[in-house]
């Protein structure tokens, strides 16, 4: 699946209804990054730009003039090198942007500072991203400038300059079916590492071996990169929410957290599971654990038309508030815990986000001062957690050190919610029930008061059903 240049078409269309005839766009690419000495990082096109061009080059800049009669979109870009071409690939070149792309008019890059002031002569507005790129901010203050030197030639300089965003993350916001096809693929290739990764987890394991294996399925199904820098935390690991370093060792009896994701074609994938290292969850984690995953299916219950933004977390936190209070970890009227926020010191951040070209997508949350209602090709993610620090003195000792998080990318649809990253395993019975088949000859009970050894995988799946 792919998005089409009529799509992209459609999109540019879109954006210049918006505008105005009097108007102008200009979006610059991404630029190539240094990673040290001769090596850049991989190149990954801006996302707005990707969006209205799917054009994935360097050096690039897309105009859109909706008032011109030649031409509304036009194109600069690099020019064909047969000698750069040999050392770092193929260019399309104007002739192939025309050919290939969406586009009326496509000029080399080297006479955007000939052409664009005589595009900008004569415009209301400009709509740009001003502050984003400050050398490129200063370009087109050039541009400008240049036009003011010949006011009494006639010239007639824009005089407003508009953020483009609010015009753009509107129309990112909804996604259309071929979207949502894309993202499908991301969160299908995200399920897929996942489950792998609870197959091949082992005691002894370092945290970045495991998030090879979910490089390795991204990869395999397509997704040539993560969407975002794996988290990989084992044990205490869990409850550092951004926790990127993945070089501790996997210890038997732990859980880890594991927030991953693919990015296919652009689209990113964005999904979090925690099991137990050894394939069985002790009775303490299963009990924060069950208690999470209660609060996460019944958020995706509340992600439908209708509801606004924040009604899944409001979910979430009636449910999780309600739940530590009856496992002790916190005391007081339920009403009263969620007014104080005390529920914050084990669950901390929001329930979702946007999702899409970004992993956490563009799009206002509240329109004006209220949260914006829920409409269908909007895509987000579910995502409670609970994290006890091992050094909270006010938890019971067995919930110390235990981080949890299940996160989903759901749709909103008409009806119900589509879940795209169905395929990852998330009851605990699943999750056992799979890690039980390629489980190691020896492994420790989590819990505490007995050990025992696993002579066969059929032993071992009898132990995990009787948990």
């Known amino acids: 699946m792919k998005i089409t240049q009529q799509e992209y078409a ?170 949502i096809g894309m993202m499908q693929e991301a969160a299908t290739a995200s399920a897929e590492a996942h489950s792998r990764a609870m197959e091949k987890v082992k005691p002894g394991m370092m945290e970045y071996q495991l998030e090879a294996e979910y490089i390795h399925e991204f990869m395999r199904r397509g997704c040539r990169s993560p969407a975002y820098p794996s988290i990989v935390g084992g044990g205490k690991n869990a409850c550092i929410l951004h926790y990127v370093e993945n070089n501790q060792v996997l210890q038997d009896g732990d859980l880890v957290l594991v927030d991953a994701g693919g990015e296919y074609d652009h689209y990113a994938g964005d999904l979090t599971r925690t099991f137990p290292v050894n394939g069985v969850f002790s009775d303490a984690q299963k009990e924060i654990y069950e208690l999470v995953l209660k609060a996460q299916l019944a958020a995706i219950k509340e992600v439908k038309v209708g509801n606004h933004w924040n009604k899944p977390h409001e979910t979430v936190i009636r449910i999780l508030t ?4 009856k496992l002790g970890l916190l005391k007081g009227s339920v009403s009263t815990l969620i007014k104080e926020e005390a529920y914050s010191q084990y669950y ?52 110390r050190g235990i981080g949890v998080r299940i996160e989903d990318d759901v749709v909103v649809t008409k009806g119900e919610a589509l879940v ?36 066969t995988k059929k032993q071992l799946k009898k132990k995990s059903s009787l948990k």
């Not at 309600?322 to 209070?325: Q, S």
Request: charged share 30%.
């Open 348 to 399: 901390m951040h929001r329930t979702g986000h946007w999702l899409g070209l970004d992993v956490h997508d563009v799009g206002d949350y509240k329109v004006g001062d209220k949260w914006r209602l829920l409409e269908p090709g909007m895509v987000l993610t579910v995502e409670p957690g609970l994290y006890i620090s091992v050094d909270c003195k006010s938890a019971p000792e067995k919930y």
């Open 10 to 179: 459609k999109r540019c269309r879109n954006v210049m209804q918006s505008m105005g005839k009097n108007a102008i766009a200009i979006l610059p690419s991404a630029t190539e990054k240094a990673r040290n000495s001769d090596v850049d990082y991989s190149f990954r096109q801006d996302s707005n730009f990707h969006y209205l061009s799917g054009f994935d080059e360097p050096e690039s800049v897309l105009v859109l003039i909706p008032g011109r009669k030649q031409g509304k979109v036009v194109m600069f870009c690099r020019e064909r090198d047969p000698t750069m071409e040999i050392w770092y690939g193929y260019r399309s070149g104007p002739e192939g942007v025309l050919r290939d792309y969406s586009v009326d008019e496509a000029f080399p890059i080297g006479s955007i500072d000939d052409i664009l002031p005589d595009l900008l002569d004569g415009k209301d507005r400009v709509y740009y991203a001003m502050g984003s790129r400050p050398d490129f901010d200063s370009q087109v203050m050039a541009w400008v400038n240049v036009l003011r030197g010949k006011v009494r030639s006639g010239a007639q300089p824009p005089s407003q300059f508009v953020a483009l965003d609010q015009l753009l993350h509107e129309l990112r916001l909804i996604k259309s079916k071929t979207e």
């Open 322 to 325: 309600k739940g530590l209070v």
């Open 420 to 455: 795209l990253t169905r395929d990852a395993p998330k009851t605990v019975a699943d999750i056992e029930k799979l890690m039980a088949k390629s489980a190691p000859v020896s492994v420790q009970s989590n819990n505490k008061s007995t050990v025992k050894k696993a002579k």
